[in-house]
């Protein structure tokens, strides 16, 4: 009888042996039965309209992508896949997005979006007012989004950072109301950045494909997209960091991990990380680069912010997030961290973040001892399972959070096939280094 990881190998060696097509097939079907899953077992009424609108084109396109896996000609054409992919688009992301702010906007009784969405909203109020976006005492949590009502969630906390400002910004402006939701701007934001980053990575048709499945038309992507999405920019930001990594860009992909660092606390472990593995250059200074240009985008807009009032920044940035204030973070989950911050809270409340937090960084720092990532690639798959473990352990989480190690490890498997070419090109370099020293050395002996 064959061990879990023997079974698990022969799994993935029977996965990898499928066409495009048939592994698209698969993962349409299995996302309509997560959205049947929805249906039944969440008790979020913008999920489940969300799966209302996605169950029936998932299952479609699924059998479509299995029938034409069977057709040569519609198999081997580049068309096929790309058309039913701008068809879930179109039916899963784009049709349930704008049904949903138009409920909004028309005041249909009901909650349209998650409560980010007017927590961002009320943020580029404030700010486009002139006012700080941080409350000095704030005393709710986010309530959903019903209406346009500037009374919601004024008083709430705001546990992003400032770069999510941009976002709530045209919800301040004289603008149709549609225009002002704030989830038209963190969708556009992410697919322009997203489609960016597959345009100038040097991946196969396919591979792009995938990639865009997973951040765009999945329930990875197109349900939180439509739902809130304030973490999807963050993902087609560090996307494309990566992208401009392997094309030994470290200054703009720098930049890219910077902006996504400026947004949510979310991004810093992989945007942080990739400053140790960027791809060796002739003047040595990639990892450098990376991190001096990461930091000038990241640095100046945490100081002003903190610096404007450092208690409201402290606040809504540290102990909310923690679950150290005394109106705790609507984020719920059955996982390990929050459910012993349940069990033993109170007095003990302080000590047990501090455990869970040690914890989750000696779990950390043995992966990284054991893996020792040294490619992009390698490095995304390692934040990946330390993410998982954050998740797990963290005292006020979601299940909503798994779409960022679910997507790192897709793109840990897909860019690992860039490896191959970086230790090419870093042969090359090094070649290239001792022609250019012997001519020196040989001048000098003679």
């Known amino acids: 009888m064959l061990s879990a990881p023997q079974q698990g190998r022969k799994l993935w060696r029977i996965l990898r042996a499928l066409t495009p097509l048939e592994q698209d097939a698969m993962l349409y079907l299995a996302s309509a039965i997560f959205a049947i899953g929805q249906l039944f077992i969440s008790t979020e009424p913008d999920y489940v309209q969300w799966a209302e609108f996605a169950v029936i084109p998932y299952a479609f396109i699924g059998l479509l992508?299995?029938?034409?896996?069977?057709?040569?000609?519609?198999?081997?054409?580049?068309?096929?896949?790309?058309?039913?992919?701008?068809?879930?688009?179109?039916?899963?992301?784009?049709?349930?997005?704008?049904?949903?702010?138009?409920?909004?906007?028309?005041?249909?009784?009901?909650?349209?979006?998650?409560?980010?969405?007017?927590?961002?909203?009320?943020?580029?109020?404030?700010?486009?007012?002139?006012?700080?976006?941080?409350?000095?005492?704030?005393?709710?949590?986010?309530?959903?989004?019903?209406?346009?009502?500037?009374?919601?969630?004024?008083?709430?906390?705001?546990?992003?950072?400032?770069?999510?400002?941009?976002?709530?910004?045209?919800?301040?402006?004289?603008?149709?109301?549609?225009?002002?939701?704030?989830?038209?701007?963190?969708?556009?934001?992410?697919?322009?950045?997203?489609?960016?980053?597959?345009?100038?990575?040097?991946?196969s048709a396919d591979d792009r494909v995938r990639l865009f499945q997973f951040v765009i038309v999945l329930p990875t992507g197109a349900l939180p997209l439509v739902t809130g999405g304030d973490d999807l920019p963050i993902i087609a930001l560090l996307l494309l960091a990566l992208v401009l990594s392997y094309r030994k860009q470290p200054v703009l992909a720098g930049i890219a991990g910077g902006v996504a660092a400026a947004i949510k606390l979310t991004a810093w472990p992989l945007a942080f990380a990739l400053a140790l593995v960027q791809p060796r250059q002739a003047n040595r200074f990639a990892r450098f680069r990376y991190g001096?240009?990461?930091?000038?985008?990241?640095?100046?807009?945490?100081?002003?912010?903190?610096?404007?009032?450092?208690?409201?920044?402290?606040?809504?940035?540290?102990?909310?997030?923690?679950?150290?204030?005394?109106?705790?973070?609507?984020?719920?989950?059955?996982?390990?961290?929050?459910k012993l911050v349940g069990i033993f809270g109170g007095q003990l409340h302080l000590v047990v973040v501090v455990v869970l937090v040690v914890v989750g960084a000696e779990a950390a720092l043995l992966l990284y001892r054991r893996l020792r990532p040294k490619s992009p690639s390698t490095m995304t798959g390692y934040i990946a399972l330390v993410f998982f473990i954050a998740i797990l352990l963290a005292p006020a989480t979601r299940f909503g959070y798994l779409l960022y190690p679910a997507n790192m490890a897709v793109w840990a498997i897909i860019l690992h096939k860039l490896d191959r070419d970086l230790e090419a090109s870093h042969s090359l370099t090094e070649q290239e280094s001792e022609r250019d020293i012997l001519p020196t050395l040989t001048d000098g002996a003679s």
């Open 65 to 203: 992508a299995l029938i034409a896996s069977r057709n040569r000609r519609m198999r081997e054409s580049r068309h096929t896949r790309r058309g039913l992919v701008v068809s879930l688009l179109l039916l899963c992301l784009m049709v349930p997005l704008t049904v949903s702010i138009a409920q909004r906007v028309n005041n249909v009784p009901g909650v349209h979006a998650q409560d980010e969405v007017a927590v961002i909203e009320r943020c580029g109020d404030r700010v486009a007012n002139n006012q700080n976006c941080y409350l000095d005492s704030p005393h709710t949590v986010g309530t959903g989004a019903q209406n346009f009502s500037k009374a919601t969630d004024a008083g709430a906390f705001v546990p992003y950072l400032p770069g999510m400002i941009i976002f709530g910004i045209p919800n301040g402006l004289t603008i149709p109301k549609p225009l002002r939701d704030a989830r038209v701007s963190l969708t556009l934001f992410t697919l322009l950045v997203t489609i960016l980053a597959l345009l100038l990575s040097r991946l």
């Open 292 to 338: 001096t240009a990461l930091l000038a985008i990241l640095a100046p807009i945490i100081a002003i912010a903190s610096l404007i009032d450092p208690k409201a920044f402290f606040v809504n940035e540290i102990l909310f997030p923690l679950g150290l204030t005394k109106v705790k973070s609507p984020a719920e989950s059955p996982l390990i961290g929050q």
